[in-house]
């Protein structure tokens, strides 16, 4: 058994990292630097000599007829693997032989006996090769096959060692998912198979009975032909019962599937039933079980004519083998294709760009009170314990995944795919079988330049990791201020005993990825910024520069499920008056500019202007886009010198119409401006880019950032009255004459946030600029709604003191009156999300205020 | 008539100096939240609260809605009426120890309903009507209603006619209002007819008492101001205060609102003059001053003291439809489709010569004295008066706003020809209540 010092050991890089010596590399004194940046803008598009281009999965089979043979990749494009030579690496992976277990008639038992046995994990390298891989073993039934099992594998293949090591645990319960679709519809296909047999078999049976009848009442019972009719029908017996038993074994696996039919609950392995079979077979008459089964054939296989087995026939070696579609039910197997398609996609890019995604997404999962506002939001509901099986092509309710299938955009992994919402049942296995023909493989090196890094079984590696996790350990985003802050009281982590470094499972079932610290620790981690600058992001100036520590070992106070204590929610005086720590300015000038270009230069397209696709109602606002209005942003904040009133509108709730006769350019500016909405909805609701007529007093509710045709038309004079009635609630941004009306902002916040001397350059980093400032303005927000003092007690008649606490909390945190308004209306729309949850209700009521405008020139 | 036209245009020009155009700084006005209400497909004019969270909404698609005030949300839509709506009212009464409020309408295809907004059914329906019922009176010490169109019809609570009387004017009732002992007031084209109900057991008998005949013109509104008083406004701006025992006429205003000259004016203007509207459209009181609507302007006037309060003569761009009186301030909505919200404030000293020369006023204590024209004083310097100051007002409607509905700190309900309702709420309180929300939820989950 593997315990978790030992994954500990496996998943340290110096423990193995060190072993491995590469025998091409030269003596540290000829060595030139690895990449060189002239050469190729991109050092991750190639890797040094890897045969192929990009990460790839591989499917492979061990067939009894031919051997190690790959059966399909994906992406399914050769040019995918280019010189890479499948064969060999199958063979590579296959050799691998993790099938200790013994399947067929076990010692002491006269019955083919199955195994339900674990998958393994292994990874292994190939240094001649340059491939790495994450290699997934299971196991198929197949009645024709030699022991009634066919071995298969499935293979993350990357040129990237780390990738393979350091994501081993995701790619783990990803594979296994695939490999739970293919097994559960191997076990429906293989049941049916024996069904089917049995019949066969039964029939035979008679018909020999029958002739054996015959040959008796002809030759006489002791004729030679009587005898061997007598021993075939003794064959034919033990043939029955032999399958009988089989076919009880396989359906007595626990199997139950979903009323939606698509979804395959994953099976858990009860241990008591291998003591079940065992005891069946010791019992030599167990009629209950068959009558079930047979009952149960019957009623279901009622169409099916049987047919007549010959005599040993049973290893044709000839035959034609299944196809791995035939083996599962179709259905499954396009499940599976589906799964590691997603797999294949969800992996694609360097190393850190998955950490931070997966980091990313982990933040953003703990902040979904908040997250509604400025996060493009994830496709499936935060916290749910559903899974949906989420890109199959049979949902199509999921449009905001958005795979375009560009192969080589880096970059696409960042639209939200949701990985990490895995269904808890996989990990949390109740227990293992208790078959004493352990399924283990601790390490097998049988090719010599094959590196096995190291490969455990499944279950113990669930145990390892599910085990250690009783308790959610879902560490919140605030929890670094609320500790600070003393609102919440930390209470101890129950679980300490570990310093796995690997992800952890909370108990229901999300992701909690590699904590940023921890991989930060890593040598020869090159890109440690954006970490770093996530880790500001939730942690506050004061993590960046500690020592990296694992998620447990951190503080307890990060490790905390995020609680409003009973105590915490009595009024304290002192609440709230440490928040002057909090003044995080520096916070908001962290490296963000070095950080983001590492992400932009994946499409240099980005920058260019062409590339500017305008942002649609209706269509889900990706990330990617958001990205790409980055730099529409930056040029509008450039070119306008108003544009933090503008911005201050939009973050403020005011609607900001956008006057203009010409599409394009009205369109441009909305596309520069939407990432600034709070809450600009899944497909972006809140933006009407182009509207044509004149707008309605509900269209003020529904949009907050309108592009309006300034035409000469009776239309357009309505449009004009309409404006006019309305100039209270909305500022008018007229780009004909570059002129805006707004009420004025003087604050500082929009000034950090949209300064128009800005050292960036790159549109996505200023997105992700401005992404990092709504961020902090969000957590603030936050704090503001939730922080008990300043709201209550509600008393109307002291209106003034509850003012005076917000106003002075708000000063606090860095914010004068001109933010308060921005920090009251963000605070206003999480009270609303929080109390009515995401889903929007018909009727808001819309807020505004009475201010006076004024115009702003050029 | 004589019309008191004094040399103080200027001061009449620094009563009313305040721009009307208020602008977009609006300290006082604490509606800061709104929410608009879909629901019906023509011109909503009438909003009848039901209790202190719901409200019904009627109009001329012949639907009543049924409203909560605090999430907007639309409770039940009544259906049934096939025209539009031309009367609606609340009618509360105790059935089994329990206070049941009941709704009932009218509409214009001469049928009257009696729903039961908790359930949204229709408990009852009238629908061979001689003509449409144009007003509905609740006596609700009576426990009976009254109908009022080109008949008087009272009904118990369970609709069942009681007693009738047909009238054989062209105009019919277009108002009523209920009078101490029995009786009661109705509004018939330039007529106030007073009514007498005659209970003898279990029967119910109407009978016209007397003809009140002093208004020139029809009478557009009819008020309850208090238990001694009631008043009429007539469409030429001739507001009478009744008596309410004895109906007779305790003070007799005409408004005439009177377009100050402007010399250089042509006579475009003075054809524009004649059109000022004065029809008093609609009044309302406190008990102790009467608001009107007269035109587009608001007219203040103070029962007790028998004098006006406060006037501005265009307090909308457009004729006014609906009035409300709290303590100093007050609120009218109007044709423009705004809401202004007013405040009474004491004039700066020296007030300036108060003109009281765009409305005749005469002191008069008996029916007479109307005909016999000279007011017995001149009222140079009306004592004690005070200014409209606009101190807010809700933009919104798109169409002229029919009516509003106050549910005091929960908001304002307005109606309006572009088919929406609107909630206006206090952000303020609302931000508040929400925030109480927030920690009621966290309390409750334990948590985030």
Redesign the interface.
Known sequence: MIGSPDVVAFTKEDDFGDSFTDPYSLPEEFTVPLFAHAASANPWTKTSYAKFAKDFILVSEFSEQVGPQPLLTIPNDPKVCGTFDLNYFSLRIMSVDYQASFVGHPPGSNYPKLNFVEDSKVVLGDSKEGAFAYVHHLTLYDLEARGFVRPFCMAYISADERKIMHQFQELSSEFSKASEFLKSGNRKAFANELEKKLRDLEYTRSVLHKEAELQKKNNGCYSTQAIDKANELANMEKSIYEHRDLLRQITSYPSRKKKDGDFVQHETEKPAETSVIDDSLNSNHSEVADKTVETECESRKSSYTPQLIKAKSAKCFDKRLKTMEELCNASFFHQTLEQLNTIEKSYRGDLCLIYTSQIDRALLSKQR?TSFLFEAECDSEFGGTSKNFSVSSNNPTVPILNFSGEPQSLDSYTTCIDVDHIKPGVESMEGRPDSSTSDITQETSEAADTETKGSFSSDKSIEAFGGVSPSSLQTNYFDGLERKSKVSIASPSENESSSLAVPQRTSDGNLVPVDPTCCIGQDGFVFEEPLLELAQECYGDTVVNREPLSLLQGDPALQM?????ESA?AESPNMGLTFSELNTEEVAKITIEDVSDSTSFMSTSTSSDRAVSPFTYGNAATLKQKKKAGHSALRFIRQYPFAQQAISCLLSGRTLVILGVDEGTVRKLVNALFIFIPNLGKYGETVQPWLSSPF???DL?RWKLIGLQRAASPAGSSILH?LN????YISILDCDSKTLRCPPYKGTLVSHLADHRTQIKRGSTYFLHVQGMLTQLTAKAFLY??C?HI??P?D?NH?GL?TSRRTNFLLQLGYTVEESKIV?YL??LI??H??QGSSKGA???????????YLYKI | MLRWILGGREAQGTVESAALFI?????K?CF???????GHFDIVRFLVQIDDLRFASAGDDGLVLIWNVE???CLFVLRGHTQQITAMTSYTFIRGGTAHTALITASSDRTLSLWDPDSGNRVQNISDLQSSVKCLLVLAHLDVWLSGGNELCVWNRDLELRCKMVHHSDAGISAMVELPKNFIAAAMDKEIVIFKLNLSGSDIAVMAMRHLADHQDTIRSLIHINDRLFASGSHIGELIIWDSVDWTIQAYEHILWEEPARDSQSEFKLNHQKQIERSIQHMSSDGEYIVAAVGSGLYVYNVLMKSVVAYRRTAHDSNILHTMLQRDSLMSCSED?SVRMWELQDLPLPAEPASSGFFGMFGTFGRSSKQTGPPAKKIPEVPGLRSLELI?DL????GAVQMFLSFKEKGLVTCSTDQ?L??W?D?????????????Q???EN???
């Open positions: 009170i499920d995020y609680i409003l204590e929610l309605q007093l509900t509710q309409s009635r309305y100039s209270r709604t939730f008990h709201h209550l509600m109307i209106q509850v009251q605070s206003e009270k609303r929080y109390i009727n808001q009521s819309f807020c505004f205020n009475y201010t006076t405008s | 602008g977009e700084e609006q300290p006005n800061t939240e709104m929410q608009v209400l879909k999430t907007g949300e489709g807010g933009i919104g409607h798109s929406l609107i909630v709420k952000g303020e309180l609302q931000s508040q209540l929400r925030s109480l929300a927030v920690f939820k966290l309390e334990q948590g985030l």
